[in-house]
């Protein structure tokens, strides 16, 4: 997906409209409506404020990943990453038995 499309579909998933996310980011509607049918690129300031503003990660919604990571998984990320490494390993330990489970439920159901 295209930068437009992910802001369309973000901005619409938070029933933001292009009025109000324009007012956010300080630009116009009618220049986020160009945004989203990628007729021009936004900066990166303003990528960073639309990432913000839509709780989206900047590679997300860039289209680097096709990963959705909210702030507040990003912000957990980084607070893992800053453990040591057998903290780390422990966690890891612990979210792969959750997720095994998951999928062992769902398999089941």
Known sequence: MTIGQHIIVLRKK?????????????????I??????????????VVIKLADDLDM????????????IDRGTLKRLEELSKLPEEAKSQMFMVVDALIRDFKAKQAYS
């Open 14 to 30: 938070k029933r933001i409209s292009q009025s109000a996310l324009g007012k956010t980011v300080a630009t116009s509607e009618d």
């Open 57 to 68: 990660s900047v590679d997300f919604l860039v289209g680097k990943t096709s990963l959705e």
């Open 32 to 45: 986020i409506g160009r945004y989203e049918r990628n007729e021009v690129k936004p900066s990166v300031e």
